[in-house]
C-alpha cells in the first residue's frame, strides 16, 4: 500500500487521534476529530480505528494484518493480544521510554542502529520486544548531541508501568506486558477486529 503522504496534522483531525500521540504538543489539539456530518456506516467506523492505528504506529496494510493473524492465533482476546503486539515494537518501546520526541523519529533512530536489546545493537523497527528485555543507548551513541540533550532534559515524559527507565544511563527494561490501558490514545480495538473478522 502507498505511503499516505498527508501532513500529520491533518491526519490526525481527519482520524480523530490527539496530535500528542504522534509527539506533538497537545495544545494543538483544539479539535482533533473536526466536525462530523454526516453518520458513519458501520464498515467506515471499522475502517476508521483500523486506519487510526496504522497511521499512530507507522505500520502498513500487509505488516498490519500480519499482526492481526498472529493475535487471531494466540491465546487470549484478539483485540487486546494485537494492541499488545503492536505496542512492544521496538520503535514504539524507545518512543514511550521518551527516547525520542516521536514514533517516526524512533523508527528512524533505530533504523540508524543507535538503540541495544539485552546489549545487542537492533536496527529493526519492528523488533518485538519481550518482559525482561533491556533497552539501550549504544555505548557509540550516547555521545550523540540528542543523547546527550535528552538526559540534561527535565521535561522527560513519564514512561507507562510496563516499562522502567533510568534517565542517567538511558537505558530502560521491560517489567510486565502492555494492555490497552496502557495505549496512549483512545482506540475502540473490537472495531478492527470485527473488520477483519468479515474478511
Given amino acids: 500500500?502507498?505511503?499516505?503522504?498527508?501532513?500529520?496534522?491533518?491526519?490526525?483531525?481527519?482520524?480523530?487521534?490527539?496530535?500528542a500521540a504522534m509527539g506533538y504538543s497537545k495544545s494543538s489539539n483544539k479539535n482533533p476529530g473536526g466536525q462530523r456530518r454526516a453518520k458513519k456506516s458501520e464498515y467506515a467506523m471499522q475502517l476508521t480505528e483500523k486506519q487510526k492505528v496504522k497511521f499512530v504506529y507507522g505500520i502498513q496494510e500487509k505488516?498490519?494484518?500480519?499482526?492481526?493473524?498472529?493475535?487471531?492465533?494466540?491465546?487470549?482476546?484478539?483485540?487486546?493480544?494485537?494492541?499488545?503486539?503492536?505496542?512492544?515494537?521496538?520503535?514504539?518501546?524507545v518512543?514511550?521510554?521518551?527516547?525520542?520526541?516521536?514514533?517516526?523519529?524512533?523508527?528512524?533512530?533505530?533504523?540508524?542502529?543507535?538503540?541495544?536489546?539485552?546489549?545487542n545493537r537492533v536496527n529493526i523497527p519492528s523488533y518485538l520486544i519481550k518482559a525482561g528485555d533491556v533497552v539501550a543507548v549504544s555505548e557509540k551513541s550516547a555521545s550523540n548531541a540528542f543523547f546527550k540533550k535528552l538526559k540534561e532534559d527535565d521535561a522527560f515524559v513519564a514512561a507507562p508501568k510496563w516499562l522502567d527507565r533510568d534517565k542517567n544511563t538511558l537505558t530502560g527494561k521491560v517489567v510486565g506486558m502492555p494492555t490497552q490501558a496502557d495505549i496512549d490514545f483512545e482506540i475502540a480495538v473490537h472495531l478492527i477486529v470485527e473488520l477483519y473478522s468479515k474478511n
Fill in 1 to 19: 500500500m502507498a505511503k499516505n503522504m498527508q501532513p500529520v496534522l491533518k491526519r490526525c483531525r481527519t482520524l480523530g487521534v490527539s496530535p
Fill in 95 to 119: 518512543y514511550r521510554l521518551g527516547f525520542a520526541n516521536s514514533r517516526r523519529q524512533a523508527r528512524q533512530l533505530v533504523n540508524h542502529g543507535h538503540f541495544t536489546v539485552n546489549g
Fill in 63 to 93: 505488516q498490519f494484518h500480519n499482526y492481526y493473524e498472529k493475535a487471531s492465533r494466540a491465546e487470549g482476546n484478539t483485540g487486546e493480544v494485537l494492541l499488545s503486539l503492536i505496542e512492544r515494537r521496538l520503535d514504539n518501546v
